[in-house]
């Protein structure tokens, strides 16, 4: 299984992105997949996560009302829209994929990552 994320780059504070992470590989079932963020010198933190079906979704508090989550399974890709950005919000944002159906805050419970992609906003 491969995750691939695209849409990292520089905006302005108060600006929006949106990230991307397509998945490949051997059909995986039903899968959550989730958006972890790690800064320079800070830990991996999870962001959001999505279940199979978009119907159960997990949001950090820092970035409530500000991301979305979405997912189109009929393109294996998962989406991070970023509204209302702020600069501490720039690190390298990793997409991850579950073997199970339930958004788990727990970084163990996802098997397959991505490299990432690196979102810098500036002040």
């Known amino acids: 299984v491969q995750l691939v994320e695209s849409g990292g780059g520089l905006v302005q504070a108060g600006g929006s992105l949106r990230v991307s992470c397509a998945t490949s590989?051997?059909?995986?079932?039903?899968?959550?997949v989730a958006w972890f963020r790690q800064a320079p010198g800070k830990e991996r933190d999870l962001v959001a996560a999505?279940?199979?079906?978009?119907?159960?979704?997990y949001y950090a508090r820092s970035v409530i009302d500000r991301f979305t989550i979405s997912r189109d399974n009929t393109k294996n890709t998962v989406f991070l829209q970023m509204n209302w950005l702020r600069p501490e919000d720039s690190a390298l944002y990793y997409c991850?994929?579950?073997?199970?159906?339930?958004?788990?805050?727990?970084?163990?419970?996802?098997?397959?990552w991505g490299q990432g992609t690196q979102v810098t906003v500036s002040s």
């Open positions: 991850a994929s579950s073997s199970e159906d339930t958004p788990s805050t727990n970084s163990r419970d996802y098997a397959f």
């Open positions: 590989g051997p059909p995986q079932g039903k899968y959550a």
């Open positions: 999505i279940d199979w079906k978009g119907t159960s979704t």
